[in-house]
């Protein structure tokens, strides 16, 4: 059983742009979403998976994960998969040991950045970039399987 420990944190201000080491751009969609689990398919440039997450309290999440085909992914999120798609470029900054992922979303939830950091435990100690600001961990409006309901455009 794999378990992510995951928080999640808005930004204070643009300094992070300065800081990006590698920049992806993703397409997601959910074939499945409910408020404690969701079964997603997503598109990494040209990689494709499929992910099955269940919430065990807004920071620890059961993931499972699986390298799908390309066209499989591309045609379940064409032909299946709940609207909105989420599409977003998601930056990559290492400080320190850890690895900090800025998602800048796009379309409906366009205007939304957030910042992610996985740890090994939900009390390990990291260090906080002047950029983060406000914890958003256990928010779940920040969810990416809460956006397909409530585009950021709504909010």
Wanted: charged fraction near 30%; include cysteine.
């Amino acid at each position: 059983m794999a378990v992510e420990i995951e928080r999640k944190f808005l930004l204070s201000s643009d300094e992070w742009r300065t800081q990006i080491d590698h920049s992806i751009c993703m397409r997601q969609g959910y074939l499945s979403c409910t408020e404690s689990s969701a079964i997603r398919v997503r598109i990494e440039n040209e990689q494709a998976h499929i992910n099955v997450k269940k919430s065990l309290d807004g920071i620890h999440r059961l993931e499972y994960e699986y390298g799908i085909p390309l066209d499989d992914a591309e045609e379940m999120l064409d032909k299946i998969a709940i609207r909105p798609i989420i599409e977003k470029t998601r930056h990559e900054i290492r400080i320190g040991k850890h690895l900090w992922e800025i998602d800048e979303f796009l379309g409906d939830n366009k205007g939304l950045i957030v910042a992610e950091i996985e740890l090994g435990s939900a009390d390990e100690v990291f260090e906080r970039p002047d950029w983060i600001g406000k914890e958003v961990s256990q928010d779940t409006r920040y969810f990416n399987s809460s956006l397909i309901e409530q585009p950021f455009c709504l909010w």
